[in-house]
């Protein structure tokens, strides 16, 4: 945790305390505190640029404090406290405070959240840091007030750890969904909780074990009811703490309001059931939101078919309208009509014919609004309200948004649309409801799930309703640090405001539905759930279930149309995505007949992977350069959009553009009277930031500007010069054109380049050039360059754009890697031997020594790993690839037979720069190819697709396999002089030396299609030098099992000079007498290189693949078995002799002919 910053904020989490902001902003402008770094803090950023703090994180390079200032966040609750990174941050400021009198260690002032002030500082003076400095024993009595405060927390951690005085809770939970189980999860997390027991609960929770169970009666029989009676005598059995109420319909149903009747002590995290009005009767909240003045659509409420259908022809018939049915209906009872005659079918639908029962009584019909939709959810204490990350779900039940409604198939946060301001926003709606629901006597307790729509006017209410979400839910709570069962008993003992809610930094979360095949309508059940462990080993990834049971054997069935929810974490929602997607492909839901139904959407969170750029706008003068950017914009073909217009001059043109956009736009104007350019700069950023900008232009901007915003904006702000830098770098306006002009130029134009320090020195994004005329004077040539400042934008912000779009637009397809596995697996499961099955689609391959013959206690493993070469490089320039991968096949199994050891399974790796499913799949075709003639499983490998590490038609192959060999039978042993040297012929070059081969067919002036000159019948030089490698093992292991070779020596890189001593002992050389004839292809290579016979025998195998080393006693069974194995041609190579001092361990006693 140690950090060369001048001060560091430590453990704020969300929160930003005033008195804090205020000692920061102090100690940079007054002190000359120069960089903040915060730790596990992650508002101060923002916070501190916003009027009047107005200060950058890093206001100047290098440090002139004297010490180090730390501001440490005591924790709030001993929940947090105990948490690892908070008990990480209280061993800090231990050590830190120990340190004393040592010069570098930093003053600690600890800020209590409870009280809103510093620990030990009772003085009321505006400057704290010049008060510890003028009085000298402060710090003393500061270090003392801080282990005051962590030693009150140490106690507390004790009691707790004492059985008599732990808190030690149960807690019911209402419900049967995936919501639930991910509520019963993260309240199992707390160590305050005992057990949680879910009522009736599904599979998911049954299984999850630890705290968490489903209920059951006093006869130990399953609960399947949550009505209020069985919910009361559960609670009173099992001595329930709190009760936490998942669905709506139980608090509609008032089991808020019996349980506090009868069960007062308990705490019940929910709302009433005048609470739940909110979500019970639409008409009552559309009637609140308009007497509070909360932002919502236009609408009516009725009663009478008749009348509503009246009020619907009496609105223009262009006017779009959404109808509801007032009461609740499964989140089924809203409609979509997009004509007037569809508009009054749906009142007659929800009203007439009764399609929703009794919640369509009540009809609400209202204006339709455009916009994106978020799901903000919020805790309340009855008082006031906490919103958390907002998430977007996925209603449609198909890609794209198609097909009928359903109660979600995925979601995830957080949702990039709502910006920090936006957030605040919408919190300001949730507390300003929890304050009007208490002044009318029905305090709200629980959570507020209030859904938005981002409309071009702002945030506006659709509903609300009175629980957690689902499937928002199983990605809001995975991101919520804080330990859910404090921040609920604070909402029910209304102290929300003492605790400190905290979500994680820089983590998103995203999950997709499974759900049963025909969903939303009618669907299967009971089919048994396949893959769930290997899903659930996913790393980051958490299976939640919902329509789920377990049946008597424990196999869990699909029992509903929403089955699971598959949430993956990550740094970022992309990564988050990935996990997601990675786990669910391993479920499967299959019937009887093996036939999958299961269904889920493949386009989870793709509008916000794809969202447009979001741009920001500094300007001081009339932005005409801004509205070909708006123009393009608007047609579509910038995918981007303007959400933040800022000038230093208040009648500046550019902010009149910027209103022109809507009110969603941020258009302000900021003074600089009294600011210093640091602090405007901060303060124009913090609109910015607020705005959710991700990208700057400056369009005529008139000011300089810092360093601050520079770095802070560093690769993401950019301007127009109107000249070709570097020329005339530094000019301004009619200037510059008149500088060319008297140059005598002949071109000009304006240059794009990113912002930096330096002015007009930043990297060039884009030029644009035009033709000075002799006539041209500074102010027509102005008039030239202008016209193409707004097309440069354009071309600069497209290439932008191109940089932050989707996975796909990377290089990479997901679809085509899942296209790749399902063409391959009927070539791996061609593979299966004793010991593996050879299928694809897990993490990791299995394999069963004592299935294939070995006990582990005499069995040795071998490993053995290769690649291809270069010999890629003819296979990449003839598009013929299925060869190759017999070629890593045997360049792998034959060194492991070498050690004496069967070859049992391969993996392999196949890398590329673009993934060409047809050409990956015959490649794995041939390693399945080269697997059979080697008789080892294909249990795996990697596709991995990286478009900036190999260029398009590139790839690369790497090949693994594992062996194993009895311990007493691992070669080479016994090799010894007087034993003879056999050869088994090579097909080809096999894959070694193809650099010197491809430079051959190069000097030779042929290429790969070129008639083969060494051999008539092989076609062209491609085909020829293609010809795989050659696999011995099947041909050595009857050898082998009979223990009739002493060695063995696979002729690879180095050839024969340099393969064979690795399999001899240091007393003994080989005589080679034998040699066979030069094949065809090694003739015409030694007559096109013009190499000597030692240089081809310490480069090519020269014809001699494989040597074995047998005992002269066994040469005839030897060359017997070798026959019977499909060698019809072995050579009697030559024997072992006793090596003399220094001699070469092959001599070649024969030439090469």
Known sequence: MNSKADILLVGFGGSTPAPVLELVSQAVSKHGYQSIQPLRSQNFEYELLKAPYRTFLNTAAGKTTDTQLIIYNLPSSLTEYLSEASQKEASFIRSTLFAGSNASAGQVIAFDVNSNSFLGLDSSSSDIIDFIKTNPSLSGSLACATLAALSALDSKATEQLLPATTQSDTVVLIGSGGREHALAVALAQSPLVKEVIVCPGNGGTKAEGGKISNAVDSDGNPISKQDNDTVLELVKRVNAKMVVVGPEQPLVDGVVDVLAVECSSVKVFGPSKAGAELEASKAFTKDFLQQHGIPTAKYQNFTSADEAIAYVKSLDPNDRQVVKASGLAAGKGVLLPTTQEETIEAVREIMSDKAFGAAGDTCVIESFMTGPEASCLAFCDGKTAVLMPAAQDHKRALDNDEGLNTGGMGAYAPAPCVTPEMHKEIEAMCIKTVEKMAERGTPYVGVLYAGMMLTPNGPSMLEYNCRFGDPETQVVLPLLETDLYEVMTACCDGKLDSIDVRFKENVSAATVVCAAKGYPESYPKGMAIQGLEQAGS????????????????????????????????????????????????????????????????????????????????????????????????????????????????????????????????TTQFVSSKGLTRDQYDAECTSVLVGAGVEYMLLVGYMRILSKQFCDYWAGRCINVHPSLLPKHAGGMDLEVHQAVIDAKETESGCTIHEVTEEVDGGPIVIQKVVKVDDSDTAESLKSKVQALEGVAFIEAIQKKCKTTVSYADAGVSIDAGNSLVEMIKPACKATRRPGCDADLGGFGGLFDLAAAGYKSEDTIIIGATDGVGTKLR?????????????DLVAMCVNDLIVAGGEPLFFLDYFATGKLDVNEAAAVVRGIAEGCSQAGCGLIGGETAEMPSMYAPGDYDLAGFSVGAVHKDKVLPQNVSAGDVLLGLPSSGVHSNGFSLVRKLVEKANLDYESACPWDKNAGTVGDSLLTPTKIYVKCCLPLLKKDMLTGLSHITGGGLLENLPRSLPSNVKAEITGHPPLPAVFSWMKQISGLDDYEMLRTFNNGVGMVLIVKSDVVDEAKTLLREAGEDVVYDLGVLTERQGDEEQVEMKCSLA
């Open 538 to 665: 996913v790393d980051n990834v958490k299976v939640y279930h919902a329509g789920t049971k377990l049946d008597d054997e424990n196999v869990t069935r699909c029992s509903g149309g929403r089955v699971l929810a598959v949430t993956g974490m990550g740094s970022n929602l992309t990564e988050a995505l990935a996990a997601s997607y990675k786990a669910v492909k391993q479920i499967t839901f299959e019937d009887s007949n093996g036939d999958s139904l299961m269904h889920y959407r493949t386009d989870i969170a793709k509008g916000a992977i794809r969202k447009k750029l979001r741009i920001g706008v500094l300007g001081s003068t009339r932005g005409t350069a801004l509205l070909p950017v708006m123009e393009a914009i608007a047609t579509g073909s910038l995918h981007a959009e303007i959400v933040a217009v800022v000038s230093n001059r208040s009648k500046a043109l550019i902010l009149e553009k910027g209103k022109s956009l809507g009110v969603t736009v």
């Open 874 to 886: 003819v296979a990449h320039m003839t598009k013929k690839h299925e060869s190759v991968g017999i």
